[in-house]
């Protein structure tokens, strides 16, 4: 008879609270995840490395008063000998988990040098696939992972590097109903994400959870870092910035450009600044933040207020709590939609649906005018350009229609209900 | 008049010429000393190029950014109210999301 271990129930129960559409998307990246395994697997058998595969055995040297395996300290030896470091150390790495959230130009780095350095467990979250234009910088996505999950090329590549640790891959991305629960299952988060809306999320999830979060942001030749939730004192993202920045002052790496090492550093660092909280060793950049300017090569570290009392995430009074989490709306905190819709944020979007649909679910900031056209049975879309039509005649050239209206959003949006 | 040391980063600079660091002389009447809020309406007036709604909201700068005077947060010094004296290094930083 079969029966789950207690250990396995908690991942059990975290399958069962997974949508149809995320277990279908899991089940899609795991096959994809075996099509990138084997064709790791033919390469070797082409014989072309010549290498022998890494010995995985669990032998414990006789002579010892720890937990490391001879293959371990061998491994591990020119991390070992260094005397703030040592033995204990990397048993305390070997027994952590580390959240990486993004596989991108930040999380490709941090992750790699956290397996090849034998963190115990490494959780890459990432929704996105793999594009040319990535390669550049996300270092662990190869050719031929064009077009597969980066949460699954970049666990690959970790694995390839470090057989001996566990290295799990989500490729559905990480979203307020699934934040706090993968949070708190690891020891440290790394947050190598690329958008205003998921720093709050990891941020908040991180608050609560007292979870210490090595935060890296990178674009054009400008990076910068810093360690929140840490400590009694340590800030959260919330406390430097109560308030989110509007879209238009926010650029991506898609539309502003990077240089591929200049997020390399940060990642590299984001990675050390992990290995040292989860082993207790140095000071963690906490109510630090370091400033690197690419183009003139210098680095910068400037002091930066501890913990704020009345912060809605961290404070003494949270208005932001595990309860209230998961319904949380980051996109209309961070006014991400308008930026998502047209490019800036000077659109006006007029919801022409009756009010109970508006009510039913709505985009932030759109304003609800109900429109009945003569024929409202026929088909969907219909009213909606009855409606622009009558705009345009009235003189409001630029409304324009929105094709496929809110099912083609929610077709993107996955937070956003179709019914 | 204070002399004071701007930088500015995190795509900030793109706001002021696309230059990072500024030398500068404001005009300021003693007995009492020029406080960053001040120096904040200056800068817009005197060094910003264009799209001002980027730099300021209201009498403060627009979210997201980060103001520091001789690289410690200005909320330990009293925000607009922080004083600055000769020599003062003052750094404006726009909070960066890529990745």
Same mark, same amino acid.
């Given at each position: 008879?079969?029966?789950?271990?207690?250990?396995?129930?908690?991942?059990?129960?975290?399958?069962?609270?997974?949508?149809?559409?995320?277990?279908?998307?899991?089940?899609?990246?795991?096959?994809?995840?075996?099509?990138?395994?084997?064709?790791?697997?033919?390469?070797?058998?082409?014989?072309?490395?010549?290498?022998?595969?890494?010995?995985?055995?669990?032998?414990?040297?006789?002579?010892?008063?720890?937990?490391?395996?001879?293959?371990?300290?061998?491994?591990?030896?020119?991390?070992?000998?260094?005397?703030?470091?040592?033995?204990?150390?990397?048993?305390?790495?070997?027994?952590?988990?580390?959240?990486?959230?993004?596989?991108?130009?930040?999380?490709?780095?941090?992750?790699?040098?956290?397996?090849?350095?034998?963190?115990?467990?490494?959780?890459?979250?990432?929704?996105?696939?793999?594009?040319?234009?990535?390669?550049?910088?996300?270092?662990?996505?190869?050719?031929?992972?064009?077009?597969?999950?980066?949460?699954?090329?970049?666990?690959?590549?970790?694995?390839?590097?470090?057989?001996?640790?566990?290295?799990?891959?989500?490729?559905?991305?990480?979203?307020?109903?699934?934040?706090?629960?993968?949070?708190?299952?690891?020891?440290?988060?790394?947050?190598?994400?690329?958008?205003?809306?998921?720093?709050?999320?990891?941020?908040?999830?991180?608050?609560?959870?007292?979870?210490?979060?090595?935060?890296?942001?990178?674009?054009?030749?400008?990076?910068?870092?810093?360690?929140?939730?840490?400590?009694?004192?340590?800030?959260?993202?919330?406390?430097?910035?109560?308030?989110?920045?509007?879209?238009?002052?926010?650029?991506?790496?898609?539309?502003?450009?990077?240089?591929?090492?200049?997020?390399?550093?940060?990642?590299?660092?984001?990675?050390?600044?992990?290995?040292?909280?989860?082993?207790?060793?140095?000071?963690?950049?906490?109510?630090?933040?370091?400033?690197?300017?690419?183009?003139?090569?210098?680095?910068?570290?400037?002091?930066?207020?501890?913990?704020?009392?009345?912060?809605?995430?961290?404070?003494?009074?949270?208005?932001?709590?595990? !309860?209230?989490?998961?319904?949380?709306?980051?996109?209309?905190?961070?006014?991400?939609?308008?930026?998502?819709?047209?490019?800036?944020?000077?659109?006006?979007?007029?919801?022409?649906?009756?009010?109970?649909?508006?009510?039913?679910?709505?985009?932030?900031?759109?304003?609800?005018?109900?429109?009945?056209?003569?024929?409202?049975?026929?088909?969907?879309?219909?009213?909606?350009?009855?409606?622009?039509?009558?705009?345009?005649?009235?003189?409001?050239?630029?409304?324009?229609?929105?094709?496929?209206?809110?099912?083609?959003?929610?077709?993107? !949006?996955?937070?956003?209900?179709?019914? | 008049?204070?002399?004071?040391?701007?930088?500015?980063?995190?795509?900030?600079?793109?706001?002021?010429?696309?230059?990072?660091?500024?030398?500068?002389?404001?005009?300021?009447?003693?007995?009492?000393?020029?406080?960053?809020?001040?120096?904040?309406?200056?800068?817009?007036?005197?060094?910003?190029?264009?799209?001002?709604?980027?730099?300021?909201?209201?009498?403060?700068?627009?979210?997201?950014?980060?103001?520091?005077?001789?690289?410690?947060?200005?909320?330990?010094?009293?925000?607009?109210?922080?004083?600055?004296?000769?020599?003062?290094?003052?750094?404006?930083?726009?909070?960066?999301?890529?990745?």
């Amino acid at each position: 008879m079969n029966r789950a271990s207690p250990a396995q129930q908690p991942a059990r129960r975290y399958i069962m609270s997974l949508s149809e559409a995320e277990l279908r998307a899991r089940v899609a990246a795991l096959e994809a995840e075996n099509r990138l395994l084997k064709t790791r697997v033919i390469g070797y058998q082409k014989g072309d490395t010549g290498g022998k595969r890494p010995r995985t055995d669990d032998i414990v040297s006789g002579c010892s008063e720890h937990s490391l395996s001879n293959h371990q300290i061998k491994r591990y030896s020119r991390q070992l000998l260094l005397p703030s470091f040592g033995v204990q150390a990397q048993e305390r790495l070997s027994k952590a988990s580390v959240l990486v959230v993004g596989a991108g130009g930040l999380g490709c780095p941090s992750s790699l040098y956290l397996a090849a350095a034998g963190v115990g467990h490494l959780t890459i979250v990432d929704h996105d696939s793999v594009e040319v234009s990535n390669l550049h910088r996300q270092i662990s996505h190869t050719e031929a992972a064009t077009g597969e999950s980066k949460a699954l090329s970049a666990a690959v590549a970790c694995m390839a590097i470090n057989s001996s640790i566990q290295v799990d891959a989500w490729p559905t991305g990480f979203k307020p109903h699934n934040a706090l629960e993968l949070v708190q299952r690891h020891s440290v988060v790394i947050d190598a994400s690329d958008n205003s809306p998921t720093r709050y999320l990891l941020s908040d999830a991180c608050a609560i959870s007292k979870t210490p979060l090595v935060s890296g942001a990178a674009i054009g030749f400008d990076a910068q870092l810093t360690v929140y939730c840490h400590g009694s004192q340590g800030p959260c993202y919330r406390c430097i910035f109560p308030e989110a920045p509007m879209p238009r002052a926010c650029a991506s790496c898609s539309d502003a450009g990077v240089l591929g090492p200049v997020p390399g550093v940060i990642g590299v660092l984001q990675a050390l600044e992990a290995i040292k909280i989860v082993t207790q060793v140095g000071t963690p950049l906490s109510q630090t933040l370091l400033l690197f300017d690419g183009m003139a090569s210098s680095f910068r570290s400037v002091k930066i207020r501890p913990k704020r009392p009345t912060c809605a995430a961290c404070g003494q009074q949270p208005t932001i709590t595990a !309860d209230s989490l998961p319904a949380y709306d980051y996109t209309a905190f961070t006014g991400s939609t308008g930026q998502q819709l047209n490019g800036h944020d000077q659109v006006r979007v007029v919801d022409v649906r009756p009010v109970e649909q508006f009510r039913m679910a709505h985009l932030p900031g759109s304003v609800n005018v109900p429109f009945l056209a003569d024929d409202s049975s026929s088909f969907p879309g219909f009213v909606k350009q009855r409606a622009v039509a009558l705009l345009h005649e009235a003189g409001v050239t630029e409304a324009v229609d929105i094709h496929g209206g809110l099912q083609a959003w929610a077709a993107l !949006d996955t937070s956003f209900p179709s019914y | 008049m204070v002399k004071l040391n701007l930088h500015f980063s995190g795509g900030l600079e793109l706001l002021f010429g696309n230059q990072k660091e500024y030398s500068v002389d404001v005009p300021h009447e003693p007995p009492s000393e020029l406080k960053v809020g001040q120096l904040l309406v200056w800068t817009r007036d005197h060094l910003l190029t264009e799209r001002p709604e980027l730099f300021m909201k209201d009498k403060t700068v627009r979210p997201g950014i980060l103001v520091l005077v001789n690289d410690v947060d200005w909320e330990l010094s009293g925000t607009l109210d922080s004083e600055l004296v000769d020599g003062d290094n003052v750094v404006f930083i726009s909070t960066l999301h890529g990745g």
